[in-house]
């Protein structure tokens, strides 16, 4: 979930067309149009990375919206269970944030692919991950895909490369050496309650073999 007050906007007199912004843009909110930036204000998370790469030009600026917006997807009503078993399927606790910065979980991603994301583009659009370090949440976002059957190929442009690592994929003694030098972050209880549901998961597959 994240709080939109601002999105960005193209100075039309500056703008010369070089799709440099269009190439960074996590949510897919710029389109060329007539050889110029077009910003889509229904998709803009104001991540501001546009902005730092027209710093040439100098021709993104942000401007506040008409109001404030908050972009998260409503899982509520979509099928619960299909929720957690997808969320299991994609190595993620279901209430766990898959992002430091806007607290999106696992099951908040899971919604937007179940409501129509295709693509990580539509992911960070509907919820707003990658708005902030971007860093983690883009291995979450392919896990959320992939669970879900979409298949997702590296672009051309290589502007992402896709990984999917999870934390359950981390081996024991990794996390106990993380837990002893960060254990405010408690990653080894997440570790233990994703090993122990993924042994539940493969004990309900077995019985109905
Ligand atoms: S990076 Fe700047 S100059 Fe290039 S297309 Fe985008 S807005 Fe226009
Ligand atoms: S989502 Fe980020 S990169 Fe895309 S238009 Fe908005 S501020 Fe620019």
Same mark, same amino acid.
């Given at each position: 979930? /994240?709080?939109?007050?601002?999105?960005?906007?193209? %100075?039309?007199?500056?703008?010369?067309?070089?799709?440099?912004?269009?190439?960074?843009?996590?949510?897919?909110?710029?389109?060329?149009? =007539?050889?110029?930036?077009?910003?889509?204000?229904?998709?803009?998370?104001? @991540?501001?990375?546009?902005?730092?790469?027209?710093?040439?030009?100098?021709?993104?600026? +942000?401007?506040? +919206?008409?109001?404030?917006?908050? +972009?998260?997807?409503?899982?509520?009503?979509?099928?619960?269970?299909?929720?957690?078993?997808?969320?299991?399927? =994609?190595?993620?606790?279901?209430?766990?944030?898959?992002?430091? @910065?806007?607290?999106?979980?696992?099951?908040?991603? $899971?919604?937007?692919?179940?409501?129509?994301?295709?693509?990580?583009?539509?992911?960070?659009?509907?919820?707003?991950?990658?708005?902030?370090?971007?860093?983690? @949440?883009?291995?979450? /976002?392919?896990?959320?895909?992939? =669970?879900?059957?979409?298949? $997702?190929?590296?672009?051309?442009?290589?502007?992402?490369?896709?990984?999917?690592?999870?934390?359950?994929?981390?081996?024991?003694?990794? $996390?106990?050496?993380?837990?002893?030098?960060?254990?405010?972050?408690?990653?080894?209880? %997440?570790?233990?309650?994703?090993?122990? +549901?993924?042994?539940?998961? =493969?004990?309900?597959?077995?019985?109905?073999?």
């Amino acid at each position: 979930m /994240i709080q939109l007050q601002f999105l960005a906007q193209v %100075d039309e007199e500056k703008c010369t067309g070089c799709k440099l912004c269009e190439s960074v843009c996590p949510a897919g909110a710029i389109e060329m149009v =007539a050889n110029m930036a077009t910003i889509n204000a229904d998709r803009c998370i104001d @991540c501001q990375r546009c902005i730092d790469r027209c710093n040439k030009e100098n021709a993104i600026s +942000r401007a506040p +919206r008409p109001s404030e917006l908050i +972009r998260c997807v409503d899982h509520s009503d979509v099928d619960q269970l299909q929720l957690k078993t997808l969320c299991g399927k =994609a190595g993620l606790l279901p209430d766990m944030p898959i992002c430091g @910065c806007t607290r999106t979980t696992g099951k908040e991603a $899971v919604a937007a692919v179940l409501k129509g994301a295709n693509t990580p583009e539509d992911v960070c659009a509907m919820t707003g991950l990658r708005a902030g370090c971007g860093i983690y @949440c883009m291995t979450r /976002i392919f896990q959320v895909l992939e =669970a879900c059957g979409i298949d $997702v190929d590296n672009p051309p442009d290589r502007r992402w490369i896709k990984l999917t690592l999870s934390l359950s994929d981390l081996p024991e003694e990794k $996390v106990k050496q993380i837990d002893e030098a960060y254990p405010q972050c408690c990653v080894g209880q %997440d570790w233990r309650k994703l090993k122990q +549901r993924h042994v539940h998961s =493969a004990a309900k597959e077995d019985t109905h073999v």
